[in-house]
């Protein structure tokens, strides 16, 4: 059984430029889920992903988006990129959207934006 | 609107001796409660999860938590630490798909 996997795993980006982070769910599960941990922080909640739709959205801008695949891939993108973006990007995965399953997470993307 | 409070940002502890990890939360509906655990330059993995009943969950590792509806808590403890339990334990509450999560607790095992 394959587990969650994201890349890449670093990423050096430049203040305004835009940047896909990717991540591959584990087999099985059809729900994907992105956080946001800066430094000497606990994760924050991006979004979810359920079946290829949003299923709930935390307090971040617009420029903040995703998409979910057919094969329950998913991506993040970011426009614009502020230097507070600089922060450990988590994908996790899970059987159902609802409160009550796992959430099994990759290693996470380290991004740094200059 | 559903949150968590890590009371102790950083816990010291000598090995072989027990740990308690404090974890508060508030929401306005039933929860699902989360106690993760974070390695230098990994992600997180799963200690224990309490969904319904037995207020006493086991997780792996040997640690344990206690669900204690009337306090909203939801505390963390190990009988006796280990060198390798050193990591960050972050507790998180679920009521629907989102998961919030607390600041972390920095667990640092001594010898």
């Known amino acids: 059984e394959t587990g969650v996997t994201q890349s890449p795993t670093h990423l050096i980006k430049t203040r305004g430029q835009q940047v896909t982070l990717r991540c591959s769910s584990q087999?099985?599960?059809?729900?994907v889920s992105w956080y946001q941990q800066a430094l000497g922080q606990g994760p924050q909640f991006i979004f979810q992903y359920y079946r290829e739709e949003e299923n709930g959205r935390g307090n971040f801008p617009p420029r903040f988006s995703g998409l979910q695949f057919p094969n329950y891939s998913s991506e993040l993108n970011v426009n614009a990129l502020e230097l507070d973006d600089s922060a450990l990007y988590l994908c996790?995965?899970?059987?159902?959207?609802?409160?009550?399953?796992?959430?099994?997470f990759g290693p996470g993307t380290r991004l740094t934006v200059t | 609107a559903q949150s968590v409070t890590q009371l102790d940002s950083q816990v010291p502890v000598f090995e072989e001796a027990p740990v308690e990890l404090r974890c508060n939360y508030s929401s306005s509906v039933s929860v699902y409660l989360f106690w993760y655990v974070q390695y230098p330059n990994q992600g997180l993995q799963l200690l224990l999860k309490y969904l319904s009943g037995s207020t006493l969950v086991k997780g792996i590792n040997g640690f344990e938590a206690e669900f204690n509806k009337s306090q909203t808590s939801f505390h963390l403890r190990k009988p006796s630490v280990h060198i390798s339990d050193t990591a960050e334990y972050f507790c998180?509450?679920?009521?629907?798909?989102?998961?919030?999560f607390g600041a972390g607790t920095r667990l640092t095992v001594k010898p």
């Open positions: 998180a509450v679920s009521d629907r798909g989102d998961m919030r």
């Open positions: 087999s099985g599960h059809n729900t």
């Open positions: 996790a995965s899970s059987l159902g959207g609802t409160g009550g399953y796992e959430q099994y």
